[in-house]
């Protein structure tokens, strides 16, 4: 379990820290020089009682309760003596993990909430920038380390806020460090810190790419003046003259759609040529239709400043460090904001890709979670679900008794027994309204569901499927459905789930699709299933896709992460 999990009450934190301060005073007053691995007993005192009332005021979050456990913990395995102090200096170990929070905005968290800033005037409290070092200062000094050096491997290793805090079911308790077993194993005393914690990241290929793609736009950032681009009462088609193209030609070189080699005079005023080509690949780059038309959606996507695709960036890696062990297992993903899924071959190369639709935004959303595919059903029944029944199918009965009859539906009970394949009768009518009769759909091509289902069974009763509504792949933005996802190409998907499945060819699940029969294939090993919402996508190819926040998640966990230490957990 991470410190995160133990909660102490405000009133509790307030009266350790005035016991902490007498101490403090004392030490600051009276104390003398003293061996670091043997704290004198008013050492020790300070010590305890800042660890137990999970409080420091010289931290820039002092609040860490959440973690008091582990730190007590931590400091237990050598009696209350410092581990980072050694003969009143900073040991080798202490001077590299400062290093590496002093560079934690390199992985996307903040140096700052890791003490950045607190460090150097530290380290000349102690040798050899002073002759005559405090306990005090020592002590203060091991301490805020080890709090600082807990919270950044945590962060760094299962992220800040727990996913089930914004609803998100994809925390793995079992991925959390004892975070005192972990520092007196793997840091104190180690040769090389870096080198250990760099294994405490996502090795995600996917994370890594986002990592480098944060270190390049962090350094774009800092050329970005933050220009707008001129404001156009229409939109401005190729060919037509546009005050703002030396701008434009500026940001998208910046931003590498337009190639550095591109030749665009300083004078043009025409929008056309190599700038249409470059405004067609920032548009794919965003998720939208590739018009080269600068129209008002494609103006404001250009004017986003670069810090803020700089925290895009960050909130998504925050959100790579919540998934589960199962993501390196060969599993099928979707990526909500994208709109896209991906099925990965147990080299994580990707095996099958295509477009899908997902729940609509307010009202409907897709949740994000993991779960285990485990069959596939062919021509399937389509259950309507009683909210939908509710919402939707009543009115239409209402008007039309016989509406079930024409789109296929059935009136079934409990047991699935068919009661009514015609009229609904009033009183059907009052039994649909209190839930003890239900409407299904029969399998053919009409069904809501298509020809195929993929389940991996879960609290949300979501799933994938193939659809007749096939218009809707084809839009750039794709959230239309009640919540489960639809495939744009389900019989690649189901040719790869059932790729071990002996005699499963893919003509015999092209039969299977048009055939006359409800048919359910288990699979032969069942398939990890993420369903995930990122905002920022780096492909292999090294480029960076952004995404419109369609469900307001990264605006949450903005305005989450703003609060600081201790999150919630």
């Known amino acids: 379990m991470t410190g995160r999990l133990v909660k ?13 301060s007498v101490v403090l005073i004392t030490l600051l007053c009276g104390m003398g020089p003293a061996a670091a691995e043997d704290l004198s007993p008013n050492g020790q005192a300070w010590l305890r009682a800042a660890i137990s009332g999970g409080s420091f005021p010289d931290l820039r979050w002092p609040n860490f309760s959440d973690y008091s456990k582990h730190v007590q913990k931590f400091y237990d395995f050598n009696g209350d003596s410092l581990w980072w102090v050694k003969g009143m200096e900073p040991t080798p170990q202490a001077q590299q993990i400062i290093a590496l929070l002093l560079q934690a905005d390199q992985k996307g968290l903040s140096a700052d909430d890791y003490d950045g800033p607190r460090w150097h005037d530290r380290l000349a409290k102690l040798k050899p920038a002073t002759q005559q070092p ?18 950044y491997i945590s962060d760094l290793h299962i992220g800040k806020v727990n996913p089930k805090h914004f609803d998100f079911a994809l925390s793995d308790v079992s991925r959390s460090y004892d975070l005192a077993e972990f520092l007196k194993d793997h840091a104190v005393g180690e040769g090389d810190v870096a080198s250990v914690l760099a294994q405490v990241e996502p090795q995600y290929p996917g994370y890594r790419r986002t990592i480098h793609a944060l270190q390049t736009y962090t350094e774009l950032a800092k050329n970005d003046d933050g220009e707008q681009l001129p404001a156009t009462k229409k939109a401005i088609a190729p060919g037509d003259a546009y005050p703002g193209v030396p701008q434009l030609a500026r940001r998208l070189r910046l931003v590498g759609d337009l190639p550095a080699d591109a ?10 040529g190599v700038l249409v080509d470059a405004v067609k690949n920032f548009q794919r780059r ?7 038309r600068i129209d008002a959606q494609t103006l404001a996507d250009l004017n986003v400043p670069l810090s803020r695709r700089v925290r895009q960036m960050q909130l998504t890696l925050e959100r790579w460090r919540w998934l589960p062990d199962s993501y390196q297992k060969a599993p099928i993903v979707a990526n909500i904001p994208e709109f896209r899924l991906r099925a990965y071959d147990k080299n994580f190369n990707i095996a099958v890709t295509m477009n899908v639709v997902v729940g609509k935004a307010y009202g409907h959303d897709t949740p994000v979670f993991s779960e285990t595919m485990e069959y596939v059903v062919f021509r399937p029944y389509w259950s309507v ?51 003890k009769l239900f409407i299904r759909q029969n399998p ?7 020809l195929v289902k993929f389940l991996f069974p879960n609290s949300y009763n979501v799933y994938m ?41 893919p003509e015999r699940i092209r039969q299977a699709m048009n055939g006359t029969s409800t048919q359910q294939v288990n699979l032969a090993h069942p398939i990890p299933v993420l369903i995930l919402y990122a905002t920022v996508i780096v492909l292999e190819d090294g480029v960076v896709h952004f995404y419109d926040d369609i469900y307001g998640h990264d605006a949450e966990l903005d305005k989450t992460l703003a609060k600081g230490y201790p999150y919630p957990w």
């Open 134 to 151: 405090s306990e005090a200062d020592a002590v203060q000094f091991d301490l805020a380390l080890t709090v600082c050096a807990m919270r």
């Open 465 to 505: 499927h193939d659809t007749p509504a096939t218009e809707f792949f084809a839009r750039s933005r794709r959230d239309f459905s009640h919540g489960c996802i639809r495939l744009e190409r389900p019989a690649d998907l189901a040719a790869w789930v059932l790729r071990d499945n002996p005699g499963w060819t």
């Open 385 to 435: 679900p009683y909210s939908i029944t509710r919402a939707e199918m009543i009115p239409h009965i209402l008007r039309d008794p016989e509406y079930l009859a024409k789109k296929g539906f059935d009136v079934v009970d409990s047991k699935q027994n068919v009661v009514s394949a015609g009229t609904v009768t009033p009183e059907m009518l009052d039994q649909l309204r209190a839930g």
């Open 8 to 20: 102490r009450p405000v009133t509790s934190v307030r009266a350790f820290q005035l016991s902490a």
């Open 444 to 450: 053919g091509p009409k069904n809501a569901l298509g």
């Open 286 to 292: 965003l998720g939208r239709d590739p018009s080269g």
């Open 263 to 272: 030749n665009v005079p300083a004078d043009q005023s025409v929008y056309s």
